[in-house]
């Protein structure tokens, strides 16, 4: 059985810095991928960054390019999204999710396979 589980939300000033963390158990899906998908108060979720678990490739949405970075370490079975330059849009609920078998390109949300139950990130202008 999958858990993700994610922490490092919080509540920053805008052109600040967080670190999020998903720890996963159970996943151990070598041609899958792991991402970060938001959803903010009334819009619709939208993907944030994802990284293949076996070779390390990176997609990111144009709105965070430059900005925020997926990283995993697979020792401690953990996916980071470290947000730099923090902007009041960014504001939203953030899910870590996984998903058993990617092939090129960024998954939409329903293709995602297993969820965590969201870290809050609250930026203050």
């Known amino acids: 059985q999958v858990q993700l589980v994610e922490s490092g939300g919080g509540s920053v000033q805008a052109g600040g810095s967080l670190r999020l963390s998903c720890a996963a158990s159970?996943?151990?899906?070598?041609?899958?991928?792991m991402g970060w998908f938001r959803q903010a108060p009334g819009k619709e979720r939208e993907g944030v960054a994802v990284?293949?678990?076996?070779?390390?490739?990176?997609y990111y949405a144009d709105s965070v390019k430059g900005r925020f970075t997926i990283s995993q370490d697979n020792a401690k079975s953990t996916v980071y999204l470290q947000m730099n330059s923090l902007k009041p849009e960014d504001t939203a609920m953030y899910y870590c999710?996984?998903?058993?078998?990617?092939?090129?390109?960024?998954?939409?949300?329903?293709?995602?396979?297993?969820w965590g139950k969201g870290t809050l990130v609250t930026i203050a202008s």
């Open positions: 159970g996943y151990a899906y070598s041609r899958g991928c």
């Open positions: 999710a996984a998903k058993r078998l990617c092939t090129v390109g960024f998954p939409l949300d329903v293709m995602m396979n297993y």
């Open positions: 990284i293949y678990t076996g070779g390390g490739t990176t």
